[in-house]
C-alpha cells in the first residue's frame, strides 16, 4: 500500500517538474523573440533615419525609403516624426510631401475618424505636423474643423495647431475662439502659435470677442494679447478700461502698454493712479513706467510713499524710467529715514546705472 502510495506520489512530482520545465521553456522563447524584435528595432531605425537624411539633402533615391515604408511601416512612421520640430522650409515641404505620397496621410485622416480616442489623438498630433504643407492640408479637409468640437481637449489642440497653419483668418478666427473658451494650459499653447498672425486676428475676431458680453472669454482674450508681448492696433481699449468687471479692467490696465496711447486711454490711466486700489494701481504703474508718462509723476510718488510694497518697488521703478524729473523724486523720497526712502534710493541707484550714468 505504502509502495502505491510512494508511487503515485513519485508520478504526480515528475509532473510537476515537467510542467515547471515546460513552462521554463516557453517563457524562454517568449523573451528570445522579444530581445530579437528589440534587436530589429534598434537595427533599422539608425538606417531609415539615414535613408531619410538622404532624401532630405536632395536625393530622389526612394528605393529604400519605399521599402521601410512597407515592410517596417511603424518603424518607419516613428523615424519620419522625429523630423518635427527639426526641419523647415523646403525641406519640411519635402518630407511631408514625402508622407503624402506614401499614403501616410490617407492613413492619419483614416485613424482620425476612429472611436478610439488614443487613435484619434495620435492621427492628429501627426496631422498637426504635416499640415504645415497645403497638399496635406487639402487632403485632411474639414476633419481638422470637426476636431475642434472633440470631446478630447487632447484632440482639440493638435487640431487646432493644425489649422493655425493655414493662416486663413476663417480658421485663425475658429482657433483663436476655441483658446479664450478651453483651459489655461490650452489658451497657453495656442497663443504662442497665434502670435505671427496677432495683426490680422486684430484687424477683425479680437475686437468681436472684446464687444462681446462674455468676460470671461474678454479676460482671456486679453491675456493672450499681453502675452503676445508686441504692440496691437486696438482703438477700444478705453472701454475695457471702463469696464464694470474688475478682471477685465486690471487686464486692460496690463495690456495698455502695449496699445497706441488715446487722450483716453491716457486720463483713464492717470485716474486709476489717484483713485484705484492696490492692484489697480500697481498694473496702472508699470504701464505708466512702460509710457513714461510724464503727468503720472505726482501718483507715482504717492504710490511709493503709501503704497504696498510691491506698489512702492514698481512706482519707484517707474520713476526711475523717466528722468530727470523722475530721478529728482526718487532723490527727495530717498532723503527720508523711512522704507519708502530704500526702495527710492534702490530704484534711483538702478536707473542711473542702467543710464550709465
Known sequence: MIRIELSVAGCLLALYALFL?????????????????????????????????????????????????????????????????????????RLCDLALELALVHDWCQDACSKDRMIRRQAYTRLSFVCAYEPCRRIAGDLLKQAL????????????????????????????RLAVSQSLLTRVLLAEDLRSHAIQLCERVIPEILAAD????????????????????????????????????????RLAKLVPLTPETRATLLRFLREGDDEENTAAALTAGRL???????????????????????????LAEMPPKGWQTLQQIAAGDDSAALIAAAALDRGRRKAGV
Open 21 to 93: 520545465v515546460a513552462m521554463f521553456v516557453v517563457l524562454r522563447s517568449r523573451a528570445s523573440r522579444r530581445r530579437k524584435a528589440g534587436v530589429g528595432a534598434r537595427t533599422f531605425t539608425p538606417q531609415i533615419r539615414d535613408a531619410l537624411v538622404d532624401y532630405l539633402s536632395g536625393s530622389n533615391d526612394q528605393t529604400k525609403i519605399r521599402e521601410f515604408a512597407k515592410y517596417r511601416r511603424k518603424e518607419f512612421v516613428d523615424a519620419l516624426l522625429e523630423f518635427h520640430g527639426t526641419v523647415g522650409g523646403s525641406a519640411r515641404d
Open 292 to 318: 513714461r508718462l510724464q503727468e503720472a509723476l505726482p501718483s507715482l510718488a504717492r504710490c511709493l510713499r503709501t503704497g504696498t510694497s510691491e506698489l512702492a518697488a514698481i512706482a519707484a521703478s517707474a
Open 214 to 253: 462674455n468676460p470671461k472669454q474678454t479676460v482671456a482674450a486679453l491675456q493672450i494679447l499681453i502675452a503676445w508681448e508686441r504692440a496691437l492696433p486696438l482703438p477700444d481699449l478705453n472701454k475695457l478700461l471702463e469696464s464694470h468687471n474688475r478682471d477685465t479692467r486690471l487686464e486692460a490696465l
Open 149 to 176: 468640437q472633440d470631446a478630447d481637449p487632447e484632440v482639440r489642440l493638435p487640431a487646432a495647431r493644425a489649422l493655425v497653419q493655414s493662416g486663413g483668418i476663417e480658421d485663425l478666427g475658429q482657433v483663436f
